[in-house]
């Protein structure tokens, strides 16, 4: 597996304001990927995020809102842009591939970051 | 667009029971993983199946693949408060293109163990 860390872990913000999450993995991985998990509910894949390309984004999520770069094969951000109360739900990196890569292909989640828009 | 549909959503159990939770889907999974998340973490990868009928064991957990890779399930013997969290099931396809695999995430079943 991987070690996978995200900054900040949690957060509170205003509306309006934005946040940009990190994502740090301790190996070269091939994929990485953001998702979102609001209260109560599964996990909702927001993009795939390219190396040294534009990420890929999934049917409702649009860069504008949701700004992704991954300058490397460690590390990647996500930007929560202007950000409203409906934004408030914990922000996951997950990372599969590469170094890291398992028998069947599997992938992992870093720790999570809990955001709260006011 | 590739759905799965996973059962019981809650459960609560008195340590010491047995229990089960179920994923199905009608579409074709190359692989099914299953998770367990606790409050304020991200989800553990606790195993991978790829083969239909496969069954793999991890300590009181016993994880199954359907013979037409379209369900799985997981069952717990004698329940311990530890074994409390979030169990979401994730299954894995290609696109059309075979290009790029995606995966596909249960609702989840929030279990509770009581002492």
């Known amino acids: 597996s991987a070690v996978i860390s995200q900054k900040p872990s949690r957060d509170i913000c205003q509306r309006g304001t934005s946040l940009t999450i990190q994502c740090q993995v301790d190996?070269?991985?091939?994929?990485m990927f953001w998702y979102r998990q609001q209260p109560g509910q599964s996990l909702t894949l927001i993009a795939t995020?390219?190396?040294?390309?534009?990420?890929?984004?999934e049917s409702g999520f649009v860069i504008d809102k949701f700004p992704i770069s991954r300058p490397n094969l460690t590390f990647s951000t996500l930007t929560v842009s202007n950000m409203s109360p409906e934004d408030s739900s914990i922000y996951l990196c997950?990372?599969?591939?590469?170094?890291?890569?398992?028998?069947?292909?599997?992938?992992?989640f870093g720790p999570g970051t809990r955001l709260t828009v006011l | 667009t590739q759905l799965l549909e996973q059962s019981p959503q809650f459960l609560s159990i008195q340590e010491g029971e047995n229990l089960t939770v179920y994923c199905n889907s009608s579409?074709?999974?190359?692989?099914l993983q299953w998770y367990r998340q606790e409050p304020g973490e991200g989800p553990v990868l606790l195993v991978t199946?790829?083969?239909?009928?496969e069954v793999k064991k991890l300590k009181r957990l016993t994880f199954q693949f359907g013979d037409a890779r379209k369900d799985s399930s997981l069952h717990i013997t004698a329940a311990q408060p530890g074994d409390t969290g979030l169990y979401l099931c994730?299954?894995?396809?290609?696109?059309?293109?075979?290009?790029?695999?995606?995966?596909?995430f249960g609702k989840g079943t929030l279990l509770t163990v009581n002492p």
């Open positions: 997950s990372v599969r591939g590469g170094l890291i890569r398992g028998s069947y292909n599997e992938q992992f």
């Open positions: 190996s070269q991985v091939t994929m």
């Open positions: 995020a390219n190396q040294g390309s534009e990420a890929t984004y």
């Open positions: 579409s074709v999974f190359s692989s």
């Open positions: 199946v790829v083969t239909g009928g």
């Open positions: 994730a299954g894995g396809f290609r696109n059309s293109g075979g290009s790029n695999y995606k995966l596909t």
